[in-house]
């Protein structure tokens, strides 16, 4: 197909390279260098979408970032991404697009029928009409709107792109590659500043590339394109294109998205697709320029109405004509330079100028080139429904409040310009309270809350000379501040077009008898009525305004609408814009993607692995692992066809009958060394520390001061003044904080250091009747009987020429060691334990089997240590020392710490011995008691005891004392079950502890 | 994110620390009788102010130590950072 409004010779596109695209299934090309939207407006594609609420034809308002309704839905080497912006989205080849908002298609869309039937949705419309009856939202009135009302589709498919972080600093961060921003950049970088300079587009440049402007005997184009190349070369800046800083965060950190890929067809290997970019700037200089405000008239919203500025980018960046009879509808001299570009290029454009006798360069230019010019003219409507065919245009009075006679004009496009915004959003964002300026009818930066300034345009700034001169001074003041160094910069001439005010008029009033749309918000369909209705609604806040009429709060977060919906608002009211005041501008400025925000932290990399040293031991033997915490440990080791029932329960059987090794590296641990060590273990623990002789380890509980066990564990005397602690995995790190905490702050009187060191070991668990017999084999030199290595023991070992730390503790309540020794040496330590072993019918066991013979002796865990239980709910009274103070002791003499029926740890039996108890289930008296059926307490972990052979379970429940041998209901409304059970002690095996002393 | 300057390692991003709560807060000395109102006081009762606020974070990636930072609780503004031996003013 012909690209019928591609003018020869004109832009910057690479006309070398032709690009096939297709949208909404059609095949069209482009060349390199076009965006979706230059290549469609090349082919004449106008009508790109429907509108969000009233489904009215919607084509294409802006050139750029602004654009409020050509959003796409994009295919892209097999995935697909809903609200991209066609004037965004740059061309490459094979690019699919479709449209979005219309259903069943752009061009035969049903939803419009709320447009053509005049049931025109009001503000406020959802919430009125959709609240009755109630029952009608989920089956009705939702999937309706859903249906109707998107902004196209998100994939459920797994994003396989990579997205990637990078924290960065610098001097000075500079958002936007304009006249000042290039300036600036330029002259803080001559100073020898650390600049980044980030442009949101593909090109640099901002303006420069579309006016017509002289700079040090260049045009504006080839001085941007100058600087540019010589800061690519310095190697104090980076420059980066395609790069939106979106976000202006706390104490000058920013966040950009860097679009590395979405311009290629597809994402090159091991590159991503985004890149988020954390910048910490010392100063930061916002150069986002403006953005054309639209006039506001009867159906501005046709396709082929667009702002000036956008028409002029498309024909000078794309050398794309959006219509070959445009009406330049216009309040300022913006217009007259878009006009200007048409007439240079064969086009005879018609100037409406609501202004009555405007003189400048600009205005003279398009008078001596023949441009007709209406003054004091106004468009009223736009006709055509896909696609402007006329306007009705009026002469208007000096007051503005009446129109002439309406005549009715041919035209295909209507350019209009109601004068320049500010881009304020960063500053806003960054605290600054703006202000407004009437010179500009717009909010500019007021006075800075961070290091940040703005420059140029956004700051109000219009002309070229002066934005050069202000973004020079500044950029060299704030790198000397910094560098110290004083380079000073020789200024460039400007030469550039004299231009005169702007009108202040924006919006045409309704010839009598018409109530055409005119709209405010483009891309949330909000009209001026919406407004009225509003505000006669009692409406009064511009943040209730904004939030029932949705006006600004769609995703373009109204670039092109805020300012003419506060104008409307102070002019109903009457009020100046600024007592009605702006709403607040929230991060980010422009749509990012989920992918960039998540960045690498997905899958398995969403948090970090740890592994023990014998961590390949355990894949060779068939181990099936578990997240405990960042550490994958080995839940059990399947042999054959084995489930996780049937291998933990062989693996326990065989500890209470022979031996078994854990891996027990994970645990926390913790070297605590100094004079003053026994004393801090004797107040961070509940129990007494002080007489621990070297050599013997003691089990210790730690609580929080509001008297909740923190953790549990055991800690040896190594030397007089070292010891070995250990934690739980869960709170190893933690615990270590906790213990710093009170050596720095609250007891720095005490000569301790603590260091983890759960790195540092490898340990192994060997538990069961003959682990004695195996520990002497692998310690042949040390005494390990029951005399010279007891209960609570510890000696040092030589484990075939490896040093090695040996532990009498017990976990499973058999008798049982830990062997430590270095990380490094921690898969020869296990390989020794498997090979010695086999004669004693040694087998690894997992978590599961660990818990399993932990919970049928008894032993509380993190599933009864939950923070929320007191020791005494634990059955840990016994370790609470009356003599001494320690952490937490106050606290437990608090009321309902001390209730006579406080909830105590016991056990659980079901009385057929035969059915599990799910975990969490409720314990109560009666399991027929009408709801809610008081609840005694909750089983807190289950196994299948390998001792009785049976369902056992440990529970914490109310007045736990006297409740053993009682006869209650284990409740589980999630698994439907009820299960009648007998209370029993919780120490289900062994209860006198003499094995682990055997 | 805030940038917060450790008086032992110098700025620092904020995902390097954790934070520990109000800084003023003393613990009552060992081994003293503790009403029950002054012991509720220092476990529970906090001023959550709005403003200018001393409060204690940890260098946890970082060099370990507990420093006192002040704080505007509503503008995230940091006045001043103070080692764990040093006391707020
Ligand atoms: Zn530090």
Known sequence: MVQSFRLENLGLINRDKKLSFRFNGKAYYGYEGDTLASALLANGIHLIGRSFKYHRPRGFFGAGVDEPYAIVQLYRNGETEPNVKATEQ?????????????????????????????????????????????????????????????????????????????????????????????????????????????????????????????????????????????????????????????????????????????????????????????????????????????????????????????????????????????LVFTNNDSGYETAIEFKKNGIDPIILDTRKDPHSEIVDEAKNLGIKIKFSYVVVAAQGYKKVKSADIAKISDDKEQLGKIENIKCDCICVSGFWTPTIHLASQSGNKTKFNENIDAFVPGISKQKETTLGAANGTYTLDETLKSSFETAHKLSKQITNNDNKISFPNVVEKKSTIHDKFWCVPLPKGKNYKRFLDFQNDVAVSDIEIALREGYRSIEHVKRYTTLGMATDQGKTSNLNGLQLVSKIENKVVPAVGHTTFRPPYTPVSIGAIVGREVGKHSKPTRKSPMHSWHVKNNAVFVDAGVWLRPRYYKLGDENLFEGSKREAKNVRTNVGVCDVTTLGKIDIKGPDAAELLNRVYSNAWLKLPVGKARYGVMLREDGIVMDDGTTTRISENHYHMTTTTAQAANVLSHLEYYLQLVWPELNVNVVSTTEQWAGAAIAGPKSRNLLQKLFPNSDVSNEGLPFMGFTEGDLFGVKARIFRISFSGELAYEVNVESDNGNFMWEKIMEIGEEFKIQPYGTEALSTLRIEMGHVAGSELDGRTIPYDNSLEGLLSKKKDFIGKRSLSREAFIAEDRQKLVGVVPLDKKTSIPEGSHLVKDSNAPLPNPKLGYISASCWSVEHDNPFSLAIIKDGKNMIGKKLFVMSPLKNKVIPVEIVSSHYVDPKGERVRS | MLYIKCPHCGWRSQNEFSYGGDASVIRPELNKKVSDQDWDNFVYNRKSLRGKHWELWQHLSGCRQWIKVERDTATHEIFNTLKANEDIS
């Open chain 1, 90 to 326: 740059e061309l490459f080849e094979g690019l699919e697009a479709k449209s979005v908002n219309c259903w069943p298609s752009v061009n035969f869309d049903i939803g419009a029928i709320n447009n053509f039937l005049k049931i025109f949705l009001p503000a406020g419309f959802y919430y009125k009409t959709f609240m009755w009856p109630k029952s009608f939202w989920y089956k009705v009135y939702e999937p309706f709107i859903r249906k109707a009302a998107g902004l196209g589709v998100a994939s459920i498919k797994h994003d396989k792109e990579r997205y990637e972080h990078k924290y960065e600093y610098c001097d000075l961060l500079i958002a936007g590659s304009g006249p000042s921003g290039l300036a600036s950049a330029y002259a803080a970088a001559k100073n020898g500043a650390r600049v980044i300079l980030a442009e949101d587009k593909a090109r640099f440049g901002g303006t420069l590339l579309t006016s017509e402007v002289n700079i040090g005997n260049k045009s504006g184009r080839e001085w941007a394109d100058g600087i540019i190349s010589e800061l690519k070369e310095m190697p104090n800046v980076v420059v980066k294109n395609r790069s939106q800083v979106f976000g202006y965060y706390d104490h000058n950190m920013l966040v950009m998205s860097e679009r590395i890929s979405d311009h290629l067809p597809k994402t090159k290997k091991f590159h991503p697709k985004q890149k988020l970019w954390y910048i910490r700037a010392k100063e930061v200089l916002i150069s986002s320029g403006s953005i054309e405000r639209p006039l506001v008239f009867g159906n501005n919203d046709t396709p082929g109405v667009m702002l000036s500025s956008a028409a002029k980018e498309y024909l000078k960046v794309y050398g794309v004509l959006v219509g070959r009879k445009p």
